[in-house]
């Protein structure tokens, strides 16, 4: 074989080529594909719908990529089941091979999924789901949503100084009902209030009315509620038809109670609650200001809640972390790359817990009030800077 | 020995072939679920946790299809067994007892005899009364895990569960391969043993009493004690079902008891086709199948396509999948016979 001048520029350009091409390749990488495990349908649709919209707006305002890497989403249905979840989550991990599970609406099925991204070695970032023990069943989740007791720390500290020193409390008949009965007796009394008397009401179909009337009964000066998100507004119109507010009562409790999802159909009974919680969608910030114009352009309307702040900044951690390891997305540095991050979030600012992986945040007092609009928001009116999650640091047990 | 004679006549030789329950076809079951399951692991390798599901969901079917097909017992709680065994199975692995084969037979004792004892309610009363019945049942167990959070961990469920390898070899893997083999050999064990029992004196005699009570009675069929086992069988087996949930996901939560997994097998096996075992594995493999590439398609909007096919299905088909077969097995024969009957 003759090896000739035009032959060894041609195959010096084709290995040029080839060289060049595998470069780009390194370089622009693989997509990062990120898996969002939350309930589509169901009773919690709202959640998953909430936590969707707010993540493609992240993606929308970023041009879809991340630390120079294009993002693949997977949206993945777990109707609110746990054992769905699960297995969405073996499959996203084993058959889509994606970098980062993202979402998890409701704490079994977190609870279920968070062996997966421990076995498998993936970031899981739980945007939702608020029960605290949560982040310590793997040592590769992150949380940005809140924890049931940070969120009613809030509550529980400002009522005794406000001259509401003295509850009664009343939560739905499940865990995360009880846990909120217990950290806001624990906390209350320690800042001085006297639970007189703790009410629970069944969770199936529940008839708030006789309980209601035991609360009043026991003329407190709060009635603190946890109930789940929608059932809330029932409470307040059964509460105002006892007209507990002209009995001297006011109704208190974490901002689950007055969702800015379904706040605006509540109506005039919703006026004067005030409850505590991380996010609020009248939030007076440029970064608020902005979320809400672009979230409400994309669903159509709707006000950003709570589970849309939670995602949006799950993206935003993933962006921050995966900029620390310079595109690297494997779970154990990304772990480490998170732990200690913070921003400025919509709903203030935020920071990552290096500990315990937990977020801290501050925790605002909102009461429900008419806005210029004529609409129903819930107004901040006071704030507790950096709370971090009351059970890992000790005032709960 | 008498009245179990007595039954096989009484169940005509015209229904014996409605059902089409010759044991051949129970042994082709068994080599269908055997193929297709193995034709699963080797062309699909990375869908093994969604196969374990369907099998899972076919055992749950096909102890559902014992009590309904067979027995003729109306259920809309059968989930309370299938949980029940789901519990078991979980707080005896909690509790330090990780061997996996002797805590799923564990699960089906429990739920059995919770069977056994149930089934003294469903003997008064029919198909309405018994509907009512289960329900609440399935609703007073719920709420009583629910409650009992010491024990159950209530809505947050059963973390932690840790299972031994199974026979001490095979470990529980993230692909799900020892979770689809599990599922898969204890699948067959159990629809070998329903087999068995359909075409056994016990099954004809089922049969007879779902076609007739009043005169499987006059036969000197033993109505009662007949349904009694049935219906204990069947929580057993569901039990069973429910224990391979929790070992194999290694998590149990309430989701196990509710209403909706009652549901859900009812439509399972109303789509498949109830009194023929058949009907029990195809209806969960379709069903799971249709669930998983409408979800797929359009994440938001699925539930309102599988209802629509399930509608479909229930006018065109209102004896399931397999009565649908057969109706057009029946057909195509009779149109071949048609054709060869001018020539001869």
């Not at chain 1, 969002?36 to 919209?53: C, I, K, N, Q």
């Not at chain 2, 084969?101 to 059995?112: D, E, H, M, Q, W």
């Amino acid at each position: 074989m003759r090896i000739d001048r035009r032959g060894l520029l041609f195959g010096g350009t084709v290995s040029a080529a080839l060289v060049a091409g595998g470069a780009r390749k390194a370089r622009s990488a693989s997509p990062l594909k990120i898996g969002l495990v939350l309930p589509m349908t169901g009773p919690f649709a709202s959640t998953g719908r909430a936590s969707e919209t707010a993540v493609r707006l992240w993606l929308e305002e970023r041009g879809g990529r991340i630390a120079g890497r294009t993002v693949e989403l997977l949206v993945r249905d777990d109707t609110g089941v746990a054992d769905t979840g699960r297995r969405l989550a073996q499959e996203l991990v084993v058959r889509e091979g994606v970098d980062v599970l993202m979402g998890f609406g409701l704490t079994p099925i977190a609870l279920a999924c968070a062996p997966i991204a421990e076995q498998a070695g993936k970031l899981m970032v739980v945007t939702a789901a608020a029960t605290s023990i949560i982040t310590e069943r793997a040592s590769v989740i992150v949380r940005t949503s809140f924890t049931l007791p940070q969120a009613t720390l809030g509550i529980a500290r400002w009522a005794p100084k406000n001259g509401l020193s003295s509850a009664v409390s009343l939560v739905s008949d499940y865990a995360p009902g009880h846990d909120a009965e217990k950290a806001f007796e624990q906390l209350f009394t320690a800042a001085g209030g006297t639970v007189l008397e703790k009410l629970r009401a069944p969770l199936q179909s529940p008839d708030f009315a006789p309980l209601l009337q035991r609360a009043k009964d026991a003329k407190p000066q709060a009635l603190f509620v946890f109930v789940p998100s929608g059932v809330g507004a029932q409470l307040m119109k059964q509460a105002a038809e006892r007209d507990l507010a002209g009995a001297g009562i006011r109704l208190i409790g974490t901002g689950d109670l007055t969702d800015d999802d379904i706040l605006p159909q509540m109506g005039e009974v919703a006026i004067g609650t005030t409850t505590s919680h991380h996010y609020s969608a009248a939030h007076p910030s440029p970064e608020n200001e902005r979320f809400q114009a672009n979230y409400q352009r994309l669903s159509g309307g709707r006000r950003p809640n709570f589970m849309a702040v939670g995602a949006w900044d799950g993206m935003e951690l993933v962006a921050r972390a995966l900029e620390r390891t310079g595109g690297d997305a494997e779970g154990k540095k990304l772990v480490e790359a998170a732990k200690g991050l913070s921003w400025t979030s919509p709903r203030g600012p935020i920071a990552i817990d290096p500990a315990t992986r937990d977020i801290v945040q501050d925790i605002y007092i909102r009461r429900v009030e008419r806005g210029k609009d004529g609409e129903l928001w819930n107004v901040e009116i006071d704030r507790i800077p950096a709370v971090a999650d009351p059970v890992k640091a000790g005032l709960v047990r | 020995m008498a009245d179990e004679r007595t039954a096989e006549i009484a169940v005509s030789g015209a229904e014996d072939r409605a059902f089409g329950l010759a044991e051949p076809a129970g042994i082709g079951l068994l080599w269908a679920i055997a193929l297709g399951a193995l034709g699963t692991a080797w062309f699909f390798p990375l869908h093994l946790a969604l196969a374990a599901d369907i099998l899972i969901l076919a055992l749950f079917a096909l102890s559902l299809d014992l009590v309904l097909g067979f027995a003729g017992i109306v259920s809309l709680g059968h989930a309370a067994f299938f949980g029940t065994g789901a519990y078991v199975a979980g707080l005896l692995a909690l509790a330090g007892w990780r061997e996996p084969l002797s805590g799923l037979l564990a699960a089906g004792v429990v739920a059995g005899l919770l069977g056994l004892v149930a089934s003294f309610l469903l003997l008064r009363g029919r198909d309405l009364s018994r509907l009512m019945v289960t329900l609440g049942l399935g609703m007073m167990l719920h709420e009583a895990a629910n409650k009992a959070a010491w024990l159950t961990g209530g809505a947050d469920g059963l973390q932690g569960i840790r299972i031994d390898p199974i026979a001490g070899l095979f470990a529980f893997d993230l692909f799900g391969r020892t979770a689809f083999f599990y599922s898969l050999s204890v699948t067959l064990l159990a629809v070998a043993l329903l087999v068995r029992l359909a075409t056994s004196p016990f099954g004809l005699a089922l049969r007879a009493i779902r076609a007739n009570a009043l005169r499987a009675r006059l036969l000197g069929i033993d109505v009662e004690r007949h349904l009694v086992i049935a219906h204990g069988l069947g929580a057993g087996l569901a039990g069973i079902a429910g224990g391979l949930l929790a070992q194999t996901t290694q998590f149990v939560s309430l989701d196990v008891l509710a209403f909706q997994r009652s549901a859900e097998v009812l439509l399972v096996l109303l789509l498949g086709g109830a009194g023929n075992l058949w009907g029990a594995v195809v209806g969960a493999v379709v069903f799971k199948l249709a669930h998983e590439t409408l979800a797929s398609i359009t994440v938001h909007y699925w539930t309102f396509w599988l209802g629509a096919m399930l509608v479909v299905l229930v006018l065109f088909a209102s004896d399931g999948m397999t009565g649908l077969a057969r109706q057009l097995a029946h057909r195509m024969r009779r149109r071949a016979g048609a054709r060869r009957a001018p020539g001869s």
